[in-house]
């Protein structure tokens, strides 16, 4: 993992003053008062809705007998309960259709937008924000959803909230927050061939565990990460959820100003201009402290694959489950548990196990990079006999986008379904549930015990790990097909 170093700091700047970090700069321009001995309150730039934790918040709103403070500031979508095929069709499901009802009306009743089923701009909550360019550097931004921290990306305080907090954020554009620790964790160095950012966020969780960053507000850093993509970086501090971050963010750059440029709600003229300035001032000074810092060598990371039953259980596609005696004597019941629930053995290799689903999608990676990436890998290729396939768009616009560059014809080829938008089998409040005892290859961000349904068993990976798994049936090393490639080739 290379050198870890911890640096013990005051959240208050020493005598002398020092630099800040992104997150202060953040913070600071947002704080409204500062209660003593207690919490702050922050003004919220952007919330963002859905049909599952918003009916209560909105109930609350009635009772009191008041309207959304800033309708403006709010965007609401259908995502989590939404069917991913024939969704021009009435709902089946009972509890999901009357969600996405409630979500309609309660959107009509207080003016607030709505990509809703058959809007152009529905999609994942987390998928729409960026790519319609309503996420820009320097916001605050909540949602009802833990994984509204994917917005950090662009250099954002963004984290999930709670119901009550949904409704409070909803009568007041406010919300009281502690101020967390600060963490860094800088990765340096190239990548390997066929690893992702979801390796590196994996690799991350395999070391740290998935309460290693609890308490702390996350920047990620280094040259391997200012290589990314946006939708890499997106992948990154979507999961930082996932280490007990209560958020996740990376600096802004020029990667990040070209992709909001032009984008649907994106500044333009004089506003651009004004923001580009604004924008160019996020980054941590060089004299910022952190309470924590993790170095992490770039050539360190493999592709990564679960074998447990939290994100943070996690090993290279080549390595075995641990055994018991390299399990701390505290850890042992969890993690007996987990592997019972698995199906696994202490010492068991993955590599080679039968899968029986893949999943391409979620918030994680359902972005037009990710299928593209699926669709170059699978192209004249045909999916092993007895695994089902499951490839969900993140949004309208990516489904339109892969329709109009011919990935849906290259997936129906392969025997790959693209389905509609929506969270699908990320997690099962919809009728994209996978069946008990089966195991899945996801590429969505947890495998809790029943998450993609009831004894569903999840093995969370990257794109790349799960189209090799679609292709051959098994869990693969993506590395070798490159080897193989090249000698080809040569």
């Keep these: 993992m290379g050198e870890t170093t911890n640096k013990v700091s005051s959240l208050n700047p020493p005598s002398g003053g020092r630099g800040a970090t992104l997150f ?37 709103l009635n009772k009191r007998g008041i309207k959304v403070f800033r309708p403006q500031q709010v965007v609401a979508t259908a995502d989590h309960n939404v069917p991913t095929i024939n969704q021009h069709l009435p709902i089946k499901e009972e509890l999901s259709r009357v969600q996405v009802e409630t979500l309609k009306k309660n959107c009509a009743e207080h003016g607030i937008d709505l990509y809703g089923l058959g809007h152009p701009y529905q999609g994942i909550v987390h ?53 967390p620790m600060l963490m860094r964790i800088n990765i340096e160095g190239k990548l390997n061939t066929g690893v992702l950012s979801k390796d590196i966020v994996l690799y991350i969780l395999s070391k740290i565990t998935a309460s290693g960053a609890t308490g702390y507000a996350v920047e990620f850093a280094g040259s391997a990460i200012r290589s990314l993509s946006m939708e890499a970086r997106m992948t990154i501090c979507n999961m930082s959820i996932e280490m007990g971050a209560r958020c996740g963010m990376i600096a802004p750059d020029t990667t990040t100003i070209e992709y909001i440029k032009g984008r649907r709600f994106a500044p333009e003229g004089e506003a651009w201009n004004e923001k580009l300035k604004y924008w160019k001032t996020l980054y941590s000074d060089k004299d910022a402290v952190f309470d924590r810092e993790i170095d992490i060598r770039a050539e360190d990371i493999e592709p990564m694959i679960t074998y447990g039953t939290n994100p943070g259980m996690g090993i290279g596609v080549g390595g075995h489950v641990p055994s018991l005696n390299e399990i701390d004597e505290r850890e042992k019941p969890s993690f007996e548990k987990s592997l019972a629930y698995m199906g696994w ?49 993140g949004s309208k616009q990516v489904e339109k986008q892969a329709i109009e560059e011919g990935i849906d014809k290259i997936f129906e080829e392969a025997g790959f379904m693209l389905r509609q938008p929506g969270c699908s089998a990320c997690l099962g409040m919809n009728e994209d549930k996978i069946p008990a005892g089966k195991y899945c290859i996801s590429t969505s961000n947890r495998n809790f015990e029943g998450r993609q349904g009831p004894n569903a068993r999840t093995m969370l990976a990257s794109p790349l790990t799960a189209a090799l798994a679609a292709i051959t049936g098994k869990v693969g090393d993506i590395r070798e097909y490159y080897r193989e490639s090249e000698l080809v080739n040569n």
Excluded at 30 to 59: C, M, N, R, W
Excluded at 139 to 155: N, Q
């Design 24 to 60: 202060e700069k953040i913070w600071e321009k947002h704080v409204v008062k500062t209660i003593e001995d207690g919490p702050s309150v922050l003004y919220i730039d952007k919330h963002f809705i859905h049909e599952v934790t918003s009916p209560q918040a909105f109930a609350g």
């Design 127 to 179: 998928v729409i924000g960026p790519e319609l360019g309503i996420t820009q550097p320097g916001m605050t931004i909540v949602c009802g959803d833990s994984h509204t921290s994917t917005h950090g990306a662009f250099g954002n305080i963004a984290f999930g909230i709670g119901t009550s907090e949904v409704e409070m954020v909803l009568a007041t554009q406010c919300l009281m927050q502690s101020k």
């Design 345 to 393: 053995q202490p010492g068991t290799n993955i590599k080679g196990k039968k899968v029986d689903y893949v999943f391409i999608g979620s918030c994680t990676n359902s972005r037009i990079e990710d299928l593209r990436m699926v669709a170059s890998f699978v192209k004249g290729k045909h999916k092993a006999n007895d695994v089902e396939v499951w490839v969900v768009p």
